[in-house]
C-alpha cells in the first residue's frame, strides 16, 4: 500500500450556504450554517486515504473542542495522526467560508495553532517512510521546507499545493516533484494573469524553469494544464453541477500525489485527479471525499 505523508493544517470550517456571495460591505441573509472538518492538510489526508493509501498526517491543533473533533474525523478514516500535536496556547486553526448556489467560495482563515507547527514537530521518521509527501501552504513556510527537505533526502515524492498563494523561497521549487497551483496561485507566483490557456502554459513554463520536474496548473471549470521536460497536456474539466468547490484543489493534490506515486504518467496523474476533484465539488463539506472505486469509474467513462 502506498504510504503518504501529510505535513498541514487542520481547520475547523464553519460553513455558511448562502444565495449569492457578498460584495464588501453588504450583508446576506437566508443562509444555512453547518460545520465541517477542514483544512487543506487535513483534507488532503482524507482524500489520499480515501484512494487507499496508508496516510499519517503531521500537524498542530488547539487543547479545545474543534481540536479533538478534527483529529477525531482523520481517525475515523484511518489517519495516523500520532504526529498531530496540541498546542497550549493556540486555537484550533478555523475557516469561515460562504458557498453559494453555484458551489463558488469565499474563505477567510484564522490558523491559530496552524501557525505554530514548526521544523522540529516533524519527525524524520514519519518522512522517511513515506513514499510520497503532500505540502500545502496553512503553516510556516520554514516547516514547509524542511519536510520537503527530509523527504528529498530520503526519495519520496515532493508534491506541494502552493495554497493560498505566498512567496515560495528559490530552494523549495528545486526540492519540489510536482507543484499544482491554481489560476490565482500561478498568477501569484509568476506575474503573468492567466486568462486563457496560452497564459497556463507560459506560466508552466516559467514555473517549470524554476526547478519543479512537473507542474501543473488547475484552471477550474477549464481543467488542467501539465508540463514536465517530456510531457505537455490539456485535460478538460469533468462538467458536473457543483455544489461546493470548497477543497476540490485539495482532493486533486492529493490524487495527484497518489497516482504519481504508484507510478502512473503525469498525464494519467491528472485525469485521476480531475476526476476525484470533479466528484468532490457535487457534494457539501470539505472532506466530503471520493473513494477510490467512486474516481475508478467515473475514470473509465471518460477515458473509453
Ligand atoms: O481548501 C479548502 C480549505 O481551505 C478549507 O477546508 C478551509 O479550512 C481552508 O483551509
Redesign the pocket.
Known sequence: MLRVCVVG?????LVVKVPHLPQVGETVTGGVFST?????G??QAVGAARLGACVTMVGRVGADPFGAQLVDALRREGVDVAAVGTDPESPT???A?GVDEQGR?L?L?APGANARLLPHDVGEAVIARSQVLLL?L?IPTVTVLHAARVARRHGAWVCLDP??AAPLPEELYRLVDVLNPNEVEAAALTGISIRTLEDAQRAARRLLDRGPRHVVVKLGDRGSYYLSSDEAGHVPALGVKAVDT?????VFAAALGVALGEGRSLRESVQFASCAAALKVTRMG??SMPSREEVEAVLRQVTV
Not at 9 to 13: F, G, K
Not at 36 to 40: A, D
Request: proline share 7%.
Open positions: 493544517s487542520l481547520n475547523m470550517d465541517f472538518p477542514g483544512g487543506k487535513a483534507n486553526g478555523i475557516a467560508i467560495n474563505i482563515v500545502q496553512e495554497a493560498p470548497t477543497a476540490a484543489g485539495d470539505a472532506q
